[in-house]
């Protein structure tokens, strides 16, 4: 009886040994499964997402001799006699859009087909622009090619300086009479 009782309890734990390692397996394998079908499904939504936001920012071009050809919500601004792109006037996306036209012919069609003056904000260039003055920014030169603008206020200013150039901060110190205490070296 014993002996029957201990072969047969032995077994049983074997199978269920067995089981839990077959079932682990299969645990195992499902998990790999799910985090592979996450992972093509958030890629799936970026791309989407991606592909979305492209379409709302990328350059439309339109006829700089008649002003048209711009999608309904978008006008035509006219930079010279061979190009003309549509731009977004409403006021958010011009605000975000206009410092990046980075002609000043364009910006001024811009501001002149919207009805609207463009500002550089902070982070922003001001080579073909201006800084918002009623934001207390300062345009600063890093170059010939590149002005941005700066927000000289102390706590502004240390979040943004430890990511700038050395020429830019170094102007950008001149320019604020301030010192960066959060510079970070790269490598």
């Avoid at 990046?100 to 910006?107: K, R, S, V």
């Amino acid at each position: 009886g014993s002996r029957h009782f201990g072969s047969s309890w032995s077994s049983g734990l074997l199978r269920l040994r067995q089981l839990f390692r077959s079932r682990a397996h299969t645990d195992l394998r499902m998990m790999r499964c799910a985090a592979l079908c996450t992972v093509i499904f958030g890629a799936a939504c970026l791309s989407s997402a991606a592909a979305a936001a492209a379409a709302e920012t990328a350059v439309v071009k339109c006829n700089a001799s008649t002003l048209e050809g711009c999608p309904q919500g978008l006008s035509c601004a006219k930079k010279d006699e061979q190009w003309a792109q549509c731009v977004n006037c409403s006021v958010d996306q011009f605000v975000l859009d206009c410092p990046y036209f980075w002609d000043a012919n364009l910006t001024a069609a811009a501001e002149d087909v919207c009805g609207q003056t463009c500002l550089g904000h902070r982070g922003s260039q001001c080579v073909s622009i201006a800084c918002d003055a009623s934001k207390n920014l300062t345009c600063v030169s890093s170059s010939e090619t590149w002005s941005q603008c700066v927000d000289c206020e102390a706590s502004a200013f240390h979040e943004d300086c430890g990511s700038w150039s050395e020429e830019l901060l170094a102007e950008a110190e001149t320019a604020c009479s301030a010192t960066c205490h959060s510079r970070i070296r790269l490598l």
